[in-house]
T-cell receptor, first 108, second 115 residues
Framework: RKEVEQDPGPFNVPEGATVAFNCTYS??????FFWYRQDCRKEPKLLMS???SGNEDGRFTAQLNRASQYISLLIRDSKLSDSATYLC?????????FGAGTRLTVKP | DADVTQTPRNRITKTGKRIMLECSQT?????MYWYRQDPGLGLRLIYY???????NKGEISDGYSVSRQAQAKFSLSLESAIPNQTALYFC??????????????FGEGSRLTVL
């Protein structure tokens, strides 16, 4: 079983839609959690950290449920520029483990 | 110029050849990493280094070696390349991860094909 699992998608949504991505992790000792974004043929870049209380950055909301070992990312009012692969990342003792990513395509 | 630079960006080689991928950074970070990315598997850590004298194996180090020549330079070697090492390789740097910032800064990637 992979340490970090994500639905690979693809998610194809129209502009303006709300879309949610889920991620589960297997190691309960994991300490910190993140979402990265990777554009096609590019390097991953940090989108946002995920805090236990939930956090929001503009149209993006991240949630963490430690009891269920579950992380989510919600994107509201999707833009064409949101099209990318979203990587769930879990950190334990400075060992960052990446999910395989969920691909999102936002269409006009 | 990119803060994290990888060379070469693309390489095609034959089974059994020795290959070196180089990474240099101008961010002044102590920590450097090598990952490989394969479709459906995500990024997997090969080796990491927290300073010039520190080298650590990651999740999938077999078949690879590294050298931390200076704070700014971290190279990855495949002593005898095999086809299942065909992948996209990323170098990354970070300052500290313990403070929950979680930010790894990646190079643009090196696409390696082993025939």
């Amino acid at each position: 079983r992979k340490e970090v699992e994500q639905d690979p998608g693809p998610f194809n949504v129209p502009e303006g839609a709300t879309v949610a991505f889920n991620c589960t992790y297997s190691n309960s000792a994991s300490q910190s959690f993140f979402w990265y974004r990777q554009d096609c043929r590019k390097e991953p870049k940090l989108l946002m950290s995920v805090y236990s209380s939930g956090n929001e950055d503009g149209r993006f909301t991240a949630q963490l449920n430690r009891a269920s070992q579950y992380i989510s990312l919600l994107i509201r009012d999707s833009k064409l520029s949101d099209s990318a692969t979203y990587l769930c990342v879990v950190n334990r003792d400075n060992d960052m483990r990446f999910g395989a990513g969920t691909r999102l395509t936002v269409k006009p | 110029d990119a803060d994290v630079t990888q060379t070469p960006r693309n390489r095609i080689t034959k089974t059994g050849k020795r290959i070196m991928l180089e990474c240099s950074q101008t961010k002044g970070h102590d920590r450097m990493y090598w990952y490989r990315q394969d479709p459906g598997l995500g990024l997997r850590l090969i080796y990491y280094s927290f300073d010039v004298k520190d080298i650590n194996k990651g999740e999938i180090s077999d078949g690879y070696s590294v050298s931390r020549q200076a704070q700014a330079k971290f190279s990855l070697s495949l002593e005898s390349a095999i086809p299942n090492q065909t992948a996209l390789y990323f170098c990354a740097t970070s300052d500290l991860l313990g403070d929950n910032t979680g930010e790894l800064f990646f190079g643009e990637g090196s696409r390696l094909t082993v025939l």
